[in-house]
């Protein structure tokens, strides 16, 4: 347990510094459009297709990581009032729906990404198979946090189960 | 029957925690099987959201905040508030709110300003004999102006959501900011009496004209930004790149921007962006099925009948919304409701401008009212003050607020007067 959990400690440093670096290519890119549209007077077409892509990649892996930290937006008040077994078994449902979810959005996002292999994206001329691929690859990052989190609340002591969120 | 599976199954997940994306995305999965479409249109629409060079503004708009609040500008601007404000009766409490003011102005978000301000204010004001109660509810009252003065995360969610001019919601969003300030410094002046703090001297001319100079170049960003982008110069995510760029540079300029610093700027910046793009993908495929199966324009009659008129139809808007802020996180509410409410305010000839600042200013409120309320979060981590006790002083504000909100409401010119000028 102790040796996957680190595993996933690794995953989710990986993560970050994916998202920090896509954000400050982002970012240079993103500089970049500004400054060619006031001196060439016209906007170079790939720097703002790649910020996009890089975007896409960034929320969805970014979206992983907000996962395991607990920071997604939920109502946890109405949770938090019920008797500890009651709690638990509705943190543990919560749980299995998100799980459920991305595991259903992972099988139809593999699916899409394969039918967009042929696809060429207008200005950076690849295939939009790797920029349609951030959702499945994200949603299989967020399925195994959902997976932990399941093991988690299974074993956490009432008192230490996580009801709030922002 | 769709339709009253997709919201049953909404609110249901939604009480029993699960996150609010999830519950959207579920709810949907749901309804599309009922409907008998494939469910690969929910990885569709969830990566097409995503593809979008307007919502760029969010994330640099995040991340410019997150650099100002850590290069040492929240400190500056504090320090001007404070040569202005500061020897007036609840000095430091006017500080902290006219301090949060000028940060909004370059901070999209509550938190951000909070956060920001909360951090600079609470050892000062502790040190003046304030409560550390009356100190937390000032300086998360004082945040909610983050999201009315642009430029405001809610704001860019609201037009991308209808398509509305951002740059008009942004123009729209000052005054009612300008407005919230000053009506909450005037509540201070008297509340504070009763915190019997001493009295500071008026330090002169000479201390505003040098912390003027000292907060210059975090002054004059807002400036630039918003000449910028109504001056057609940049669209509001060209100006969000240029506020990054521009306190990359202001802050290692005060050489107050260390690397460590820049690294959790950006990684902070990752995970609140994600957050609310991901509510904003789950809310597109939600949006996208319920316009489908034509449940707004249903809804949007129903209201429009038992409404009967603007008036009455802003109240209830109001009073739903008041409910849903204290429930909900605020740029969830705003990508989740304006679809249903938007259509029966326009069937109403409410300006859209306007109905997307009363939106916005009803869900800032939000983030300060309990149990959900993330300033209230915030400022409590900040003080060590517990929420509950923040709420037993902090209901003055909340009130002024909905006092401000209802001004807003029913004197459109206060929005609009800017608009009509520039626009």
């Given at each position: 347990m102790q040796a996957i959990r680190k595993l996933l400690d690794i995953s989710e440093q990986t993560l970050a510094v994916v998202c920090i670096l896509s954000f400050v290519a982002m970012f240079i890119l993103g500089i970049a459009t500004v400054v060619f549209r006031f001196i060439i007077q016209s906007s170079l077409a790939f720097p703002d297709e790649l910020i996009r892509y890089l975007f896409v990649w960034l929320i969805f892996l970014g979206s992983a990581i907000a996962f395991r930290r607990n920071m997604h937006a939920a109502i946890g008040v109405l949770?938090?009032?019920?008797?500890?077994?009651?709690?638990?078994?509705?943190?543990?449902?919560?749980?299995?729906?998100?799980?459920?979810?991305?595991?259903?959005?992972?099988?139809?996002g593999i699916d899409l990404t394969l039918r967009v292999r042929p696809q060429i994206s207008p200005?950076?001329?690849?295939?939009?198979?790797?920029?349609?691929?951030?959702?499945?690859?994200?949603?299989?990052?967020?399925?195994?946090?959902?997976?932990?989190?399941?093991?988690?609340?299974?074993?956490?002591?009432?008192?230490?189960?996580?009801?709030?969120?922002? | 029957m769709i339709t009253a599976a997709i919201f049953g199954s909404f609110i249901i997940l939604l009480i029993l925690r699960v996150p609010?994306?999830?519950?959207?995305?579920?709810?949907?999965?749901?309804?599309?099987?009922?409907?008998?479409?494939?469910?690969?249109?929910?990885?569709?629409?969830?990566?097409?959201t995503n593809n979008s060079f307007p919502l760029l503004a969010i994330p640099f708009f995040i991340l410019a905040g997150e650099i100002m609040s850590t290069g040492g500008m929240s400190r500056r601007l504090v320090g001007f508030a404070a040569s202005l404000v500061g020897h007036l009766t609840g000095g430091l409490g006017a500080v902290a709110i006219l301090g949060s003011s000028f940060f909004a102005a370059l901070s999209g978000s509550n938190a951000a300003t909070v956060a920001a301000i909360g951090g600079v204010m609470n050892q000062p004001m502790e040190?003046?004999?304030?409560?550390?109660?009356?100190?937390?509810?000032?300086?998360?009252?004082?945040?909610?102006?983050?999201?009315?003065?642009p430029p405001s995360i809610l704001l860019i969610l609201f037009g991308v959501v209808t398509g509305i001019s951002i740059a008009d919601l942004f123009l729209a969003g000052l005054v009612p900011g300008v407005?919230?300030?000053?009506?909450?410094?005037?509540?201070?002046?008297?509340?504070?009496?009763?915190?019997g703090v001493e009295k500071t001297e008026f330090q002169g001319s000479a201390e505003i004209w040098r912390s003027f100079k000292a907060a210059f170049w975090p002054l004059?960003?807002?400036?630039?930004?918003?000449?910028?982008?109504?001056?057609?110069?940049?669209?509001?995510?060209?100006?969000?790149?240029?506020?990054?760029?521009?306190?990359l540079v202001v802050g290692l300029f005060y050489r107050e921007l260390t690397f460590a610093a820049l690294y959790r700027a950006f990684f902070r910046a990752v995970l609140s962006s994600a957050v609310v793009m991901f509510i904003m993908n789950a809310a597109g495929v939600f949006a996208w099925?319920?316009?489908?199966?034509?449940?707004?324009?249903?809804?949007?009659?129903?209201?429009?009948?038992?409404?009967?008129?603007?008036?009455?139809?802003?109240?209830?808007?109001?009073?739903?919304?008041?409910?849903?802020?204290?429930?909900?996180?605020?740029?969830?509410?705003?990508?989740i409701f304006t679809s249903i409410l938007y259509p029966a305010a326009m069937s109403f000839g409410i300006d859209p401008v306007l109905f997307g600042i009363i939106v916005a200013v009803n869900l800032s409120i939000g983030t300060v009212t309990p149990p959900l309320g993330v300033d209230l979060f915030i400022a409590s981590a900040i003080t060590k003050v517990s929420i509950e006790s923040i709420v037993t002083v902090i209901w003055p504000y909340v009130l002024v607020l909905?006092?401000?909100?209802?001004?807003?409401?029913?004197?459109?010119?206060?929005?609009?007067?800017?608009?009509?000028?520039?626009?």
């Open positions: 949770v938090s009032y019920l008797p500890a077994t009651f709690k638990r078994a509705s943190l543990i449902f919560a749980t299995l729906i998100s799980a459920f979810f991305f595991l259903v959005i992972m099988i139809y200005a950076l001329e690849v295939s939009m198979a790797w920029v349609y691929g951030a959702v499945p690859v994200g949603m299989a990052f967020l399925l195994v946090y959902a997976i932990e989190l399941l093991v988690i609340q299974s074993r956490a002591p009432a008192d230490e189960l996580l009801t709030e969120g922002h | 609010i994306a999830v519950a959207l995305g579920f709810s949907s999965v749901i309804g599309l099987w009922l409907s008998d479409i494939s469910l690969e249109i929910v990885a569709q629409r969830m990566f097409s040190e003046k004999g304030y409560r550390p109660q009356y100190t937390a509810a000032t300086i998360a009252a004082a945040g909610v102006t983050g999201m009315i003065i407005l919230i300030c000053v009506s909450m410094l005037i509540l201070n002046r008297f509340l504070a009496v009763r915190e004059l960003m807002p400036v630039i930004i918003l000449s910028g982008i109504y001056g057609g110069v940049f669209t509001p995510t060209e100006a969000a790149i240029v506020a990054v760029l521009y306190g099925l319920i316009t489908i199966n034509q449940i707004p324009q249903g809804i949007s009659s129903y209201l429009a009948e038992i409404a009967g008129g603007p008036i009455v139809y802003l109240l209830l808007v109001n009073v739903f919304l008041l409910i849903v802020g204290c429930m909900m996180n605020a740029a969830a509410a705003i990508v909905i006092f401000d909100l209802l001004l807003i409401t029913y004197f459109p010119s206060i929005s609009l007067s800017l608009v009509r000028i520039f626009g």
